[in-house]
């Protein structure tokens, strides 16, 4: 156990545990083993905050790498999961008005460019599932007037706000758009919006259609 009760102000060292290694090009720096075969709830390691006000504008935990044209990862988590449980989990139950978010990657400086992505999500299995999205699922059971999901591309000009690409399809459909709802009010499932009256050349909907449709 290694306590302090002293208003430490050291940010260059760690004042309670400060672990270096110079020399080492493959070894780990610290390891943490975990093997009881009667696990249920047990952690590895376990970092609690607390007296915080909202003054806080650090980060509880921080990671800085120095790799730039290596092929490395900063942050790697490999899971075993098969028919529950989940390899990273982000909860926050207190977010309400503001700014504040429950993942957030921002990009600011470099050009992304052919090959790069913020956010990459692959899968090389086929997959079968068809109740949930494979690669992105996105539910809402109680919000009734929010947006769901919005893309903002303000500074977009001659690019793509949204592509799909399925060079593959044969039986199947690019996109469905389905509601079963009862409701009898007046509503849209589908609504596309020129709101600029001087863009008389812009084309709403354009459709090209490249072979011959039966007849």
């Given at each position: 156990r290694?306590?302090?009760?002293?208003?430490?102000?050291?940010?260059?060292?760690?004042?309670?545990?400060?672990?270096?290694?110079?020399?080492?090009?493959?070894?780990?720096?610290?390891?943490?083993?975990?093997?009881?075969?009667?696990?249920?709830?047990?952690?590895?390691?376990?970092?609690?905050?607390?007296?915080?006000?909202t003054?806080?504008?650090?980060?509880?935990?921080?990671?800085?790498?120095?790799?730039?044209?290596?092929?490395?990862?900063?942050?790697?988590?490999?899971?075993?999961?098969?028919?529950?449980?989940?390899?990273?989990?982000?909860?926050?139950?207190?977010?309400?008005a503001?700014?504040?978010?429950?993942?957030?990657?921002?990009?600011?400086?470099?050009?992304?460019?052919a090959?790069?992505?913020?956010?990459?999500?692959?899968?090389?299995?086929?997959?079968?599932?068809?109740?949930?999205?494979?690669?992105?699922?996105?539910?809402?059971?109680?919000?009734?007037?929010?947006?769901?999901?919005?893309?903002?591309?303000?500074?977009?000009?001659?690019?793509?706000?949204?592509?799909?690409?399925?060079?593959?399809?044969?039986?199947?459909?690019?996109?469905?758009?389905?509601?079963?709802?009862?409701?009898?009010?007046?509503?849209?499932l589908?609504?596309?919006?020129?709101?600029?009256?001087?863009?008389?050349?812009?084309?709403?909907?354009?459709?090209?259609?490249?072979?011959?449709?039966?007849t």
């Amino acid at each position: 156990r290694i306590t302090s009760t002293g208003v430490d102000t050291g940010s260059t060292t760690g004042t309670l545990l400060d672990l270096a290694q110079t020399a080492s090009t493959t070894a780990v720096a610290a390891l943490i083993t975990v093997s009881g075969a009667s696990q249920t709830s047990a952690s590895a390691l376990s970092v609690v905050q607390s007296g915080t006000t909202t003054g806080f504008t650090g980060s509880l935990v921080k990671i800085l790498g120095s790799s730039t044209t290596g092929a490395g990862n900063l942050f790697q988590v490999t899971g075993v999961n098969t028919t529950a449980g989940d390899v990273a989990k982000l909860i926050n139950n207190a977010l309400v008005a503001g700014t504040s978010t429950i993942l957030n990657v921002s990009h600011t400086t470099s050009v992304l460019g052919a090959g790069n992505s913020l956010v990459r999500i692959t899968s090389t299995s086929i997959d079968t599932g068809t109740t949930t999205g494979t690669l992105l699922d996105l539910a809402s059971t109680a919000s009734t007037s929010g947006t769901q999901v919005l893309g903002t591309f303000s500074g977009l000009t001659t690019g793509i706000g949204l592509s799909l690409v399925m060079a593959a399809l044969t039986t199947g459909t690019g996109l469905l758009i389905t509601s079963a709802s009862a409701d009898t009010s007046a509503r849209k499932l589908l609504s596309i919006v020129n709101s600029n009256a001087a863009a008389n050349l812009a084309v709403p909907v354009s459709v090209t259609q490249a072979g011959v449709q039966n007849t």
